[in-house]
């Protein structure tokens, strides 16, 4: 983990709890947010839409892909930004080439391997909507806290 954390649209409960029914077929269930900017603290580094004054707002986030790798080592959803004006933004506002939420791992695979998985593929789907906020976090699949807290 970085130690100045990063940028993510965090799921409320009822959204992870969504992903984990729906999706979920691995023994480490993650379904906790989509990673905006990595190793920041500095909200002028947010990708654009978002500025610093959308930290705290609610997002919503539409499912339009599933991956899920061979060996069961990870799998993931492919997510848009639903926009105020209704638009999909499907790519751009996270540094992330496939924008998407780690649902689950086989508890070795680490969950950043779901960027690979996801370039080499996915299922198109409809899927349901997440509700989310645009937070700073140092969370992982190992630590809720920051470094030497």
Known sequence: MHPDGYFAL??????AEILRRR???LPRPIAHHCTLRYGTKNPADLPPP??????GRAFTL??????????????AVVVGL???????????FTENAIPHVTVATDGITEPATA???????YERIAGPLLLARLE???ASSSREEPPGA
């Open 62 to 75: 539409a499912v339009t892909g599933y991956a899920r790798r061979d060996d069961g080592g990870v799998e």
């Open 10 to 15: 965090v799921l409320d409960p009822p959204s």
């Open 115 to 121: 960027n690979d998985l996801l370039r080499a593929g």
């Open 136 to 138: 700073h976090t140092w």
């Open 82 to 92: 639903l926009l105020e004006d209704g638009r999909l933004l499907e790519q751009g």
């Open 23 to 25: 999706f979920c077929t």
């Open 50 to 55: 978002f500025t610093a004054s959308d930290l």
